[in-house]
Each structure stands twice: as C-alpha cells, then as structure tokens.
Nanobody, 119 residues
Framework: QVQLVESGGGLEQAGGSLRLSCAASGSIFSIVAMGWSRQAPGKQRELVATVTNTGITNYAGSVKGRFTISRDNSKNTVYLQMNSLKPEDTAVYYC?????????????WGQGTQVTVSS
C-alpha cells in the first residue's frame, strides 16, 4: 500500500502564493507519474498538473503560467507552487501517484488539503 500525505494548504488572498507538498511512502516500486487534482464545491474533480518519472509536466489551461509542479525523486515528494492565486482556485487539492508493479498500473490518492483564496 502507498500512503500520500499532503501539506501546505490554507487561506490566502488573491494574488498571493501557496506551496503544496505531497510525500509518498509505503510500497513504492516504479512510479510513473505524480500530480495534483482539485475539487471545488459542487464541481467535478479536475486535473491540475502532473509530472512523469522522466520530468515531463502537464498543466490544466486554467493554471498554466501560474502554477509549477516539481518533484524530488529522492524523497518521493511532489510539490505544487501556486502563484497569482485567484478565488476560483479555491478547492480541495488532492495528490495522486501512479505506479506500475508486476505489469499492473495502480493509482493512489491523498486525503486532500483545502486551499481557500479570498478576493
């Protein structure tokens, strides 16, 4: 089993910055990608950003240019630097890890961390 522990959420004013962290532990074998998704009240969960094991990143259009995802492979930790925050960024942010073990791809999710951006 894999455990994901997120931290760094909180309350920030519009235009401000927050940095989320997600540390993975447990039965980690071959990570394919790590990333962040978010879910605002009354909305579906949406992908925010991902980074592959080779460092390829992908962002949702709504955060491109404002958010930066990075990864420390030695610590099995992924970060999300969020700048120029907007009230519409308010959501619960979930960390995700995808790995392959014995040919089977499995995804894991963290418990989520609340990000609230005030106008």
């Amino acid at each position: 089993q894999v455990q994901l522990v997120e931290s760094g959420g909180g309350l920030e004013q519009a235009g401000g910055s927050l940095r989320l962290s997600c540390a993975a532990s447990g039965s980690i074998f071959s990570i394919v990608a790590m990333g962040w998704s978010r879910q605002a009240p009354g909305k579906q969960r949406e992908l925010v950003a991902t980074v592959t094991n080779t460092g390829i990143t992908n962002y949702a259009g709504s955060v491109k240019g404002r958010f930066t995802i990075s990864r420390d492979n030695s610590k099995n930790t992924v970060y999300l630097q969020m700048n120029s925050l907007k009230p519409e960024d308010t959501a619960v942010y979930y960390c995700n890890l995808a790995q392959i073990y014995l040919g089977v791809r499995t995804s894991y999710w963290g418990q989520g961390t609340q990000v609230t951006v005030s106008s």
